[in-house]
DNA sequence: AATGAATGAGGATTCATTCAT
DNA sequence: AATGAATGAATCCTCATTCAT
């Protein structure tokens, strides 16, 4: 048993390595970024040579993409959306706030890397920016669509607004948690987060001065 | 006279020539963050060679720190906030959202650099990366302030708790604007974001008071 | 039956793959060169895997000397000569010719792949090129022969020069044709090389010192 | 006097660093072609790091180009042309074949680089082969001028086919002598080939006027 | 008869930096 | 105050080839 794990090793295993290197790859470019992931370091980290790292991905650019997309993938899936049938509103967009802020503070190398890419504004738009962007865009249309859900009564462009709203509040704390470190309570920002959208929705749907003092008890 | 002039001229051009390698630098370092901005490449945009960039500055790091500090000067100048004497709150808040949004919208390589240089996680601190932490503590501490001053009541621990709400809402509609381009609306979102501020306010103020302690570590 | 045709077709596949190998080869041989011609493109222009190309040639360069090989037998059978037997020297050295010339402009990858390696000069001669060189010598051999055929005076190193000096003109007129193109009628210069060939004759048969102005009508 | 030698040889002198460049690409491109000629043999050859031939030329095409350049000049200026007041055209044409047989004795790497360059046919013109092309028209130009200027009754397709047909008998004889060596007599070959063209001349003159138009396409 | 995977050596080129002038 | 030239380390990527299946 212990002699065939030693040939395995020695045997080819395309899934498995793809894996490894996938694996070597966040680590690395969620630290350092697009730039900064370099092919020799990755190899190092996963075992591989650098050669094979090329088997499997055409180049840089493809292998973080990849990346990108797996991250994505095990970020949604570790996102246990609470089910739409129980609860009052402000308990389920509570209960999703939370969940969103556990799963950055577990995988928080999706959102980095993908947020490193975002604000590169190079001129060959590298595909896994172009990547990130496509699964952002998929994530902003489930949250449009459950504020939709939420909040029947609000116009399109207010729902729209909301949610880039939401979004960008989520970017926005991420990042003061990357900054602050353990100062910062990720997840009591995220419960005040989801609160105040209540605000902002019934500010919208008021129509503008919304009644100040409207939101407080 | 005339040699005066000739003097005059060689030290002159010795502060436009650091003048332009800044500019150079803060275009480049703007689109392609830190290790995607190249000396040659800075070299180039500005004209002059590589090694008189080292008679400028002593190495990379301190180009690209230079360039945060200019950049959050120029920022920071930009914004001409109100004075403190008149203005109900709303008012007040409403507008340095304002101002803050248009200044962001008119210098937007100084937070986007800075943004980038936050994300990134490399072993070796950058000097460049502590400059534009230094800076933002800097603008946090004015916001706490400003907050404090608005909300007497509130106390510390929600006053911070505010401050990093609003930075986070800050940043986050910032890297919204980037992805979106013309399509977000930033003037909008910062109004947005100010009323919620006070929402939030309300929130923490009125709300179960929050058990001291439970933000800090 | 059934069983019978599988067999077969495995088998056939061989040699097909063996074909398209060979094919893709040229191709990229005819265009780059020896050290040009990787057998990663190799692979992708035939449709086969780098290693399958291992399993039909033992490396690149028996994979290039193999394509000489087939090349020059594609080419000497593209060259219907004419028969001993019928017409005048001076017809059958431009009938000739013009079926060279033809030759030439069917299937130039051949000769221009050939002169290729013969120009390079590397310290570990390829087997590719050796083989050039062999059959190019057949090649010369078969001329040597026509000449001494059709001039039986001339002397053995008159022939060898004539033969040496024929299959120059015909590299030398090839090149013309690959780099003017259209603009170089290679029939019309091969018929002229043929005629030429026959006072190049006479000045050698007539010993040194030939008569000048013997030539000029 | 030698103190001062070993200082020179720290100091930075871009002009003997060029050259000593220059010197060691011709040897090698010569050898091995365009592919064949890596930095890293050329950087061992000259002495200085690799990245230092990067300073002096952009890259590897550019390189190449300025050896074409350079051997191409050196190579005309070692064709010491007779001058045109004295001699009968026999005898000029003769001394020019003698002179140019022996320049290519000499110096036979610019032709030989060049025609490796001539034959690859590769998707993007490297600029060393346009570089080639064109300095070898100069030269086609030349041999046009002194072939109208002895035959002035020849019509100018046929002086443009004499001397497709010059330069193609000297590329052709070169080619003989790289793959005979000693076995081959360039010299005698290049006397043949000068008679040959008088021949070629009455051939042309005399028989049949050739169609108008013949040549063009 | 074929191929997916691996691999070390080497390819061209760019890097940040230095130094003599 | 500036710069032409140099340099070693690193960059991404391709090379020819092998090997287990």
């Not at 040939?7 to 498995?16: C, F, K, S």
């Not at 969103?100 to 577990?106: D, I, M, Y």
Request: charged share 25%.
């Amino acid at each position: 048993m212990t002699d065939d794990r030693g040939a395995r090793r020695r045997r080819a295993n395309g899934e498995e390595s793809r894996r490894k290197i996938l694996d070597a790859t966040v680590e690395v470019a969620g630290e350092r970024g697009y730039e900064g992931t370099s092919i020799a370091l990755v190899s190092k980290k996963c075992g591989l040579p650098a050669s094979s790292i090329y088997w499997h991905f055409k180049d840089k650019d493809e292998l973080i993409a990849a990346v990108i997309e797996r991250s994505f993938d095990s970020w949604l899936s570790a996102l246990t959306l609470p089910g739409e049938e129980h609860g009052q509103p402000v308990e389920r967009v509570t209960e999703m706030s939370r969940q969103v802020a556990k799963s950055l503070l577990e995988t928080p190398e999706f959102l980095r890397l993908g947020l490193m890419l975002t604000l590169e504004r190079r001129p060959e738009e590298p595909s896994a920016r172009t990547m990130f962007l496509q699964v952002r865009h998929i994530a902003a249309q489930r949250i449009t669509a459950v504020i939709g859900d939420f909040l029947p009564d609000l116009d399109d462009d207010s729902v729209r607004l909301l949610a880039t709203y939401a979004m960008a509040g989520a970017d926005g704390l991420f990042i003061a948690k990357e900054i602050g470190g353990d100062s910062v309570d990720l997840l009591r920002l995220f419960e005040l987060h989801a609160h105040v959208l209540f605000a902002a929705a019934a500010h919208l749907s008021a129509g503008a001065p919304p009644p100040p003092g409207l939101l407080s008890p």
